[in-house]
């Protein structure tokens, strides 16, 4: 196919802006809104051309200089909006949520969702963490959650509050070379290109030997192999399938690796097993997950922290492991609506697709006296974590391994007395409707569901809210800078009639 001149329309969802031409769809990378673009087809699916830009003919004020080249066009695709400012990447996954709830979830979700943002739909960028990355920050009180912009306005700064959406994640995963240097794989194909940084990594990965003197791990790197990085809370671990290795590529005893999650305190998870990648996520969503829950009015506007005020600490405390301080959100603008704590206990928890247990340790803590947590996961070594994260929490629980599906919500409804809570964290696949429909039949009083792609969500929303839910709060955050992912919490309520 040959290159064709576009013009670009709206960005839709994977990371792609909408082009029409000829009467035929275009979905195209590395373009902005607005600009006039040449672009080389590279892929045809049903009636949609998938092309990249070639050639920028009219540029949108929103571009800027990649801030890593490897991850643009021709490149590996590990970073597809590192051509667009910070702050108007969270303008764009406004507008893909918005697109992806009306079209996928109906006019009904849609509309739910909106009144449940205030009106207008926004996504919260969250502070890379690291020292010295954001001065305004600091001034705010080392507030994780540093600003916000929606879909119909945004900051004047090229970059948002003093970020520039570098140096966030905790692990990254790296194939190997034939020559045993750490690589990645090009979008939409298997050639490997060898990198030598990835400035998106925690600098305890992206300035580590890994990159600054690669032949000191000949023995550990091995032609066709993969490793995953991760910036522990020991430091630097590398896992090759095997074995962990630190910073001088050496082997390390422990098994697992350890991450600090402020105010919830250490937790244990598989070299290969999941965990939210941005250094600041786990502590970000535990808090909000946590003030859902606890919420006694989260159908009202008063569970919500008045506009421009920062939540502080919060009551976060009484959640914590540690004796620093946990709470540490501040927000700015006037589209900010983050939920603040309450002192509602459950008699009844089931939290599905529970990992190693970031969300169960301070979700015991909220069970009513006698009350019960269950949790359900799919994968074997998660749950063997979950249970070494959970040793010494008290309270009822009941952690199982098991895939999620209805017959499982099923063998689970023999058991409740009261209508529970519900926590969820599916894959990017989300939980699907046979899921949805047998949690709905569950009649659990509130649904918490953490999403991780915005399509997913959509479609199961639908399937909730065509069975009695009310969508009472949806925080959508910029979890993942430079890429098109975006993290959302959604928190349904069950309508009486």
């Known amino acids: ?53 070639s050639e920028v003919l009219e540029t949108s004020p929103q571009r800027q200089v990649p801030v890593w080249e490897l991850g643009g066009s021709e490149g590996t695709g590990g970073a597809d909006l590192c051509h667009v400012k910070l702050s108007y990447q969270r303008i764009w996954k406004a507008q893909v949520l918005a697109d992806c709830l009306r079209r996928l979830g109906g006019e009904e979700v849609f509309a739910q969702a909106l009144d449940a943002c205030g009106g207008e739909l926004s996504c919260l960028g969250v502070s890379s963490g690291r020292a010295g990355a954001s001065d305004a920050g600091d001034k705010r009180g080392g507030g994780a959650v540093e ?29 190997v070379s034939p020559a045993g240097r750490v690589a990645m794989t090009k979008f939409r194909g298997e050639e490997l290109v060898e990198i030598d940084s990835f400035p998106l990594a925690d600098p305890l990965i992206s300035e580590s030997s890994l990159f600054g003197n690669p032949d000191s791990w000949s023995e550990v790197l091995k032609p066709g192999g993969r490793i995953r990085a991760w910036a522990s809370a020991d430091g630097l671990r590398v896992w090759n399938g095997r074995a962990l290795f630190d910073e001088s590529a050496q082997p390390v005893a422990e098994k697992n690796v350890r991450l600090a999650v402020r105010g919830f305190g250490d937790y244990l998870v598989a070299p290969s097993g999941f965990w939210q990648a941005h250094r600041q996520a786990a502590q970000v969503l535990c808090e909000q997950v946590i003030a859902a829950a606890s919420s006694t009015r989260v159908m009202d506007r008063a569970a919500l922290s008045p506009s421009g005020e920062g939540v502080g600490n919060g009551g976060y405390g009484e959640f914590a492991d540690s004796d620093e301080a946990s709470g540490s959100i501040n927000t700015i603008g006037s589209n900010d609506r983050l939920l603040i704590p309450g002192d509602r206990r459950w008699e009844a928890i089931l939290e599905l697709y529970s990992g190693a247990g970031l969300f169960s340790r301070p979700l015991a803590k909220i069970l009513d006296r006698g009350g019960r947590l269950s949790t359900l996961e799919g994968s074997k070594p998660a749950v063997k974590m979950a249970r070494k994260n959970l040793s010494g929490v008290p309270g009822s629980l009941q952690i199982r391994a098991g895939r999620v599906d209805a017959r499982a919500l099923a063998d689970y409804a023999d058991k409740i007395k009261a209508p529970p809570l519900v926590v969820m964290d599916p894959p990017r696949s989300g939980a699907g409707r046979q899921v949805m429909a047998a949690l709905a039949s569950l009649e659990p009083e509130r649904i918490i569901y953490v999403a991780c792609d915005p399509a997913a969500l959509a479609r199961d929303l639908k399937v909730a809210v065509s069975r009695g839910y009310q969508i009472a709060s949806l925080q959508t955050f910029d979890l993942f800078p430079h890429t098109h992912h975006v993290e959302c919490i959604a928190v349904m309520s069950k309508l009486h009639r």
Do not use: W
Request: contains cysteine; charged residues 25%.
């Open 1 to 53: 196919m040959n290159e064709v001149s576009l013009q670009l329309l709206r960005p839709v969802h994977g990371g792609y802006c909408l082009a029409h031409r000829d009467g035929q769809t275009y979905m195209v990378r590395f373009g902005l809104p607005g600009e006039q673009v040449k672009a080389v087809p590279v892929a045809k699916k049903g009636k949609v051309i998938f092309a990249e830009v």
């Open 147 to 175: 600003t916000a912009t929606s879909a119909a306005g945004g900051e004047d700064a090229d970059n948002a509050g003093g970020e520039d959406g570098l140096g966030y994640r905790l692990r990254a995963d790296f194939e």
